[in-house]
């Protein structure tokens, strides 16, 4: 099956849910969220620099501790150093956009602070483009290759309540995105651990 069509019949499943949880919950039923961070990317075999990222989604109460979210994140403009060897230099570009979708579960500290921990799949579009160089001997020139897939994170972080409809968020997430270029004779995976900070809009 198309992995858009699964993302998207989950997207509809999590809306089917939040009509239910608006009447369930004492939280608010819709929240959207909008965090700013920075990537550690692992990649074996590469040394790939850290990158400035953003993650922004929905949430929708299902109970009281227990919400669904889907969000939207990505790899941004990670490079590798430049490196040389007898034909010319080299370099690794790698962007991705991650599609995620999970669960989310908070408890509380006190009355104006709370704990959560989060967990889902992601569908990952994921782009690396190598650029050449041979030392003037011949023109410089870029190539690029592209894959998707399927993956997973996990994470956990803390909040405090600003005022009844505003929080700030702080938070530690890792995604796996498996078997990039798996059709390749040497597919591989692409890991990043992210800090980050944002707020959460109740509404």
Not at 121 to 140: A, Q
Not at 147 to 171: H, K, R, W
Request: negative net charge.
């Amino acid at each position: 099956m198309n992995p858009v069509r699964i993302l998207i019949a989950g997207l509809l499943a999590l809306i089917q849910c939040s009509v239910y949880a608006a009447g369930q919950s004492a939280l608010q039923p819709q929240q959207v969220y909008l965090h700013l961070g920075y990537d550690w990317v692992d990649v074996d075999d590469a040394d790939f620099d850290g990158a400035f990222s953003a993650e922004g989604g929905l949430r929708w109460a299902f109970s009281d501790n227990v919400l669904l979210e889907a969000g939207v994140s990505g790899i941004n403009d990670s490079e590798t150093d430049t490196l040389e060897d007898n034909t010319g230099s080299y370099q690794l570009t790698l962007n991705s956009w991650d599609f995620l979708l999970g669960g989310h579960y908070q408890f509380d500290f006190t009355d104006k602070s709370y704990g959560f921990v989060r967990l889902g799949l992601l569908f990952y579009s994921m782009e690396i483009e190598l650029e050449e160089g041979f030392y003037g001997l011949k023109p410089s020139g870029k190539d690029s290759t592209s894959d998707n897939g399927f993956g997973f994170y996990a994470g956990g972080g803390c909040a405090i309540v600003m005022s009844p409809n505003m929080t700030l968020e702080a938070q530690v997430i890792f995604k796996r995105r498996p078997d990039f270029l798996d059709g390749s004779s040497r597919p591989f995976d692409v890991d990043t651990t992210t800090i980050s900070i944002g707020t959460r809009y109740s509404f």
